[in-house]
C-alpha cells in the first residue's frame, strides 16, 4: 500500500521520521561496536535529540544542501502547530527537530533511499565532529 505522503501534515510526518531516524541511529552505534542497552541509549541522544537534529538542520540550511522539494517538507515539519514540546530543548530546536524528522519521513515515502541513507550519513558525520 502506497500512502500518499504529499496529504500528510507535518506532524504525522515527522511522527514516521523519527521512527526511522531511530532505527538508522540505533544500527549504526551497534556497527560501532556498542551493545550494551543502558550506552546503547547514552550514545544515542546525541543523534535523536530535538537539539542534535536542529543543529543538523541549520548546518544543512546554511550550506544548501537540500533541494526545494526537501526544504517544503522540512517546512511542512517545522511549521505544524505542535500540542507538545521536547522536554530538553527550546521551542525553536523541537520544530526544527520536527521538520527534520518530517524529511526523513518524505524521503522514505517517496521510495528515494539513497538520499535517505546520504542525508542520515551526513547527519551523523556532522554531529560526530560537533563533540
Request: charged residues 25%; hydrophobic residues 40%.
Amino acid at each position: 500500500m502506497d500512502v500518499n505522503y504529499a496529504l500528510l501534515n507535518g506532524a504525522t510526518l515527522a511522527y514516521l521520521g523519527d521512527a526511522i531516524f531511530e532505527v538508522h541511529i540505533r544500527e549504526y552505534l551497534l556497527q560501532e561496536g556498542i551493545t550494551h542497552p543502558n550506552q546503547l541509549q547514552k550514545a544515542a541522544v546525541r543523534y535523536v535529540s530535538a537539539t542534535g537534529q536542529a543543529k543538523v538542520m541549520q548546518h544543512w540550511l546554511k550550506e544548501d544542501v537540500l533541494d526545494e522539494v526537501e526544504i517544503s517538507y522540512y517546512k511542512r515539519g517545522r511549521n505544524h502547530k505542535a500540542n507538545t514540546k521536547a522536554k530538553n530543548a527550546s521551542i525553536g530546536d523541537y520544530r526544527q527537530a520536527t521538520g527534520f524528522e518530517s524529511l526523513m519521513a518524505y524521503l522514505y515515502l517517496a521510495k528515494q533511499t539513497n538520499r535517505l541513507n546520504e542525508l542520515i550519513h551526513a547527519a551523523i558525520e556532522y554531529l560526530n565532529r560537533e563533540e
